[in-house]
């Protein structure tokens, strides 16, 4: 292709070389003036009735020349060249900045105009961006009522632009695939099953008269929710249902929020514990198999993040519902009896047992790894503590247990458990699920037994492949759940004075001086703690605060700001390693100010802002600071995140905030 074929420099060329020629015949009747008036007056008039038919004319030749350059395609002398242009896709060619130099007929048709030479494209095309196209070779837009897939090149031309580059483009029509696409996924088949909570506690706080009304209008206020959506439903349990819906109608659902979730709530039937369910959805499954797979893990989600919310789960991330009460404590305790035989079993079987906490131990994750080695001990067993770097009371904990004879050798670091592991050796994992956030995480890899024992509302990065998993988060604590296994075990281990003490502060730390997340259970462990000997008094000698720890938190108190009239979020530049605790306390202090609901401390200490929310319950703290990875319980959860200085932190803070609070 030769430059002298570019129309847009082709009909300059032509209007500057019949503007000269006008000249030319201009001067010559000036000249011819003198010599013959006559003469000189009819070139004048020529040139004049030349003029007036070159400019009524103009539009018309340029449109003929655009026709004729296109269809007789001098300056496309190959065979290849002319196949391009009687392809039957549109094809466009752009300069850089998107003015059209080149395009073939099936373009202008699209266009529904055949005058685009010189004109930008992105004047035609609103969604385009020559810049995308430039760096992507291709990218899908909509136009009109038809979208197209655009492959584009760009090349360095000689012959075209002189040397610029240019990009040609490809338009295929992609309509009638994205439309069956969409009809395929919104025909697939999603699984959906629903749990009631806390059927027998309901029953159990309902009267006798009421069971029967109860039992059929929760029945039927599922049934009317799978029929609203066109779903099959089954009742295979009397508290499980299935729901098979399409896919189109599940996203009607999700637009709605879940609103069965909060019909089934309003029930009244004089049960003085309200009904909620567990909803886990699976979608995106190849198959019906896999997508009740995917179902499953979603119920199994919904129920360890503490119920009364609905998960959505399509094999690669979670989407969360719901979640507006407290979780329901199980009376019951079948379960831990069948827990703590099963554990006892594992134990006798393996060679050693290592337990392992969470990175920055607390009270908690102490407690319960001292429980759970006093049951190992006591089967004869070889039992040892991992525990990563602790500070402030956790720290002072630990070294009383170095410093005990008692314990001599039990406390081990994270590589020299490694060192003794084996392939028999069982690994027992207390007060958290998140293998990020382990002490030490690498202990766990290639292990052939784990059992896990936690209380945390279940979050989407989750330990698998444990042989034993007791997680329970209506549980007030970890160190509540190992109380409760010492007892149901065969030949119950007896634990020091000590142990006990341990147990029990790691209770009052989770539950706040045992007004949070407390139940009847939760007494009942502290209540076998103290007839074992627990001081009361030495146990609150562990919660002790120096003067500075004190003078810390008034200042950080100081610095709060309110946030949505009942929010309160304070933050500070951490020097000391005791961060993550006096964040903790600090939130603690904050909700004891009248008409605060929530409070977020923050920390920055080593290029990490820690976060520590409160709630009184109004607000759900997990389900913000999930939003920046961390998790907990509903009233009490944290967050580690990186960020480059405290103003940044907050501001996501408070945008996972205004999210969750605008849901």
Not at 350 to 377: C, F, Q, T
Not at 385 to 406: C, E, R
Not at 478 to 504: G, H, I, N, R, W
Not at 549 to 563: E, G, H, N, Y
């Amino acid at each position: 292709m030769s430059s002298k074929f570019e129309f847009k420099k082709l009909y300059k060329r032509l209007q500057r070389a019949t503007f000269v020629n006008l000249f030319v015949v201009f001067a010559f009747a000036a000249a011819a003036f003198f010599v013959n008036r006559v003469f000189s007056a009819w070139l004048a008039g020529f040139a004049i009735v030349y003029t007036l038919y070159v400019l009524l004319t103009g539009k018309k030749r340029k449109r003929d020349l655009h026709r004729y350059i296109r269809n007789i395609s001098n300056y496309i002398s190959n065979q290849s060249s002319k196949a391009i242009i009687n392809l039957p896709m549109p094809i466009v060619i752009t300069d850089l900045n998107g003015d059209i130099a080149w395009c073939n007929k099936e373009f202008e048709n699209i266009m529904e105009t055949d005058e685009l030479f010189g004109v930008s494209i992105q004047e035609k095309v609103a969604d385009i961006s020559v810049s995308e196209l430039a760096a992507e070779s291709q990218v899908e837009i909509r136009h009109n009522d038809w979208i197209y897939s655009i492959s584009s090149h760009s090349i360095e031309s000689e012959d075209i632009m002189d040397g610029k580059k240019i990009l040609v483009m490809y338009w295929f029509d992609k309509t009638e695939e994205r439309r069956l696409l969409k009809t395929y996924n919104d025909e697939r088949i999603v699984e959906c099953i629903i749990m009631i909570d806390n059927y027998d506690e309901v029953l159990q706080k309902t009267p006798d008269d009421n069971h029967a009304s109860l039992s059929a209008e929760i029945e039927k206020m599922v049934q009317q929710f799978a029929a609203e959506y066109e779903g099959m439903i089954k009742r295979f349990e009397r508290d499980k249902f299935s729901v098979l819906l399409y896919e189109r109608d599940l996203a009607r659902i999700v637009e709605n929020k879940f609103d069965i979730l909060d019909k089934i709530r309003e029930i009244d039937m004089e049960n003085q514990i309200p009904v909620t369910l567990s909803i886990g959805v699976g979608k995106n499954g190849k198959n019906i198999i896999e997508s009740d797979k995917f179902a499953r893990t979603g119920i199994d989600m919904s129920l360890g993040r503490g119920g009364d919310q609905a998960v959505v789960y399509d094999g690669d991330t979670f989407e969360f519902f719901g979640a507006k009460s407290r979780e329901v404590e199980k009376r019951t305790k079948v379960k831990v009896r069948v827990v703590a035989h099963a554990l006892r079993e594992l134990i006798l079987k393996a060679d050693k047992v290592i337990i392992m906490g969470h990175k920055n131990a607390d009270l908690d994750s102490i407690g319960a790894s001292l429980g759970v080695y006093r049951a190992v001990a006591a089967t004869g067993k070889d039992a040892y503590i991992v525990t990563g770097p602790v500070s402030g009371t956790s720290k002072t904990l630990v070294d009383k247990i170095l410093d005990n004879p008692m314990y001599n050798g039990v406390i081990l670091t994270g590589e020299q458990a490694e060192n003794i592991r084996t392939r028999d050796t069982l690994i027992i994992i207390v007060d958290t699920h998140k293998p990020s956030f382990l002490a030490y995480p690498d202990l766990i890899h290639e292990a052939e037994s784990v059992v896990l024992i936690d209380h945390h509302r279940r979050g989407p990065e989750f330990l698998e492949n444990t042989v034993l998993a007791y997680h329970e988060p209506y549980a007030s604590s970890a160190c509540e759940m190992v109380t409760e296994m010492l007892q149901y075990m065969q030949d119950a281990p007896k634990l020091s004075v000590f142990e006990a003490e341990v147990l029990y502060a790691g209770m009052v730390l989770d539950t706040k001086g045992f007004t949070v997340k407390t139940g009847v259970r939760t007494f009942e462990a502290a209540a076998y703690l103290r007839r074992i000997g627990v001081d009361t008094l030495e146990v609150k000698k562990i919660f002790k605060n120096n003067i500075d720890s004190f003078v810390k938190k008034a200042s950080i108190v100081a610095q709060t700001r309110i946030l949505r009239e009942n929010i309160a979020i304070s933050g500070f530049e951490a020097d000391e390693k005791d961060a993550v605790t006096l964040t903790a306390q600090t939130a603690d202090e904050l909700l004891n100010i009248s008409g605060i609901a929530a409070a977020f401390v923050l920390a920055k200490h080593d290029n990490t802002v820690y976060i520590s929310g409160r709630s009184l319950g109004d607000i759900n703290v997990q389900v913000i600071l999930e939003k920046l990875g961390g998790g907990g319980h509903m009233m009490v959860a944290g967050a580690q995140i990186e960020a480059a200085n405290l103003v940044e932190a907050e501001e996501r803070l408070q945008a996972a905030i205004d999210e969750t609070l605008t849901e």
